[in-house]
Every structure is written in C-alpha cells, then in structure tokens.
C-alpha cells in the first residue's frame, strides 16, 4: 500500500472562544496533535497517533509505521519529515521514503542508505527542478492526506471532548473507526 501522512491540531474541550473574547488568550490554552496515516488507494485511515502540541511531525512516524498492518511500499509526507530518522524508520520498514528536501538542504557523507535516498533526491530537485521530482515519486497524492484531514474535521469536529490522554486516544480511534466506515459505504464518483 501507498500511506500518505500529515499531521493537523485538535482543540481540547474547554471554555470556548467566548471566554477568548471576553478575557484575552490564556497562556494555558492547549491543543493536540493527531498524525494521520492514509491508505491512497482506498482512502482508509490505517494509522492514527494522538500526540501534545510539543512533538514534531517527524517524531511521530515510527509510531505511525508500529500501527499499519500490511506490507507498505511508499511512504509519503510533506517536508517536516525530511530528517534522516524519518529516511532510517522508512527503509527499516521496507518502504520507499518520499519525502520533499528542505530549501537548504544539503548533501551528507553516504554513510547508509539513508542518506544516500536523500542525497538522490536532493541532487533531482538540484537538476531537474523540485516538479519533476514530485511528478516522478507521485508526491501529489499526498494531498489525500488533507483531504482526510478536511473530512475528518468537517463531519466529526475539530475538538477533542474527553479528558485524560487515554480516553482522548480512544476517542480519536473512534472517530477513525467512523470515517473508516463512511468510505467503504461509498465515494463520490466523478466523472
């Protein structure tokens, strides 16, 4: 399978916006992460990791990987996982790393595979421009990843109601379980 994955925030239940208004921001005002991983064929979300506000997309993904069941042949993300942990947890899962370089990014001695994956792909966005490298790894189709994250938020919400870390993990499963069920009801088909 081909996981598309991204990221997005979730608001934490709490007094609201009219609070906001009234008394301006509260430095204690927080939100979680939920990382996403979508099948691009069948648009099913075979991973979802609940993290805090701190912790970097990139630092998500082995977790992400732990939770897919299935042979996986690309992985593909935006720029934040463009880190050489995120190239090691890819090929250490099998799987093709797709994952655009930085503008400044650089070449590094290839001292495994890795860095060589990156150093290729660096030296294609160099020569060949970074549009002929998104064409050639099928980078576009990450947008199915926002796609997921838009429908998530727009049939299920942007806020997370239960309290504690536990129960607001198994809040999200829920709601992944959910949206699961709504796409093998049916797509929209285009034509």
Known sequence: MHLVIDSTG???????????????????????????????????????????DNVHDSEALPEILNQVEGNIYQITGDGAYDTHECYQCAIGAGTDPCFPPRKNASNYKPSDQAWILRNQAISQVIYHGLK?????????????????????????????????????????????????TMNRLGMPAYS
């Open 132 to 180: 002929y490298w998104k064409k050639k790894h099928n980078y576009h189709r990450r947008s199915l990843a926002e796609t997921a994250i838009f429908r998530f938020k727009q049939l299920l919400g942007d806020k997370i109601m239960a309290r504690t870390l536990e129960r607001q993990a198994k809040e999200i499963g829920i709601k992944c379980l959910v949206i699961n």
């Open 10 to 52: 979730l608001k934490l239940y709490g007094e609201g916006e009219w609070k906001v208004r009234k008394h301006g921001a509260d430095k204690r005002r927080t939100w979680l992460k939920l990382h996403l991983a979508i099948n691009e064929a069948s648009h099913d979300i075979e991973a979802c990791v609940l993290t805090g």
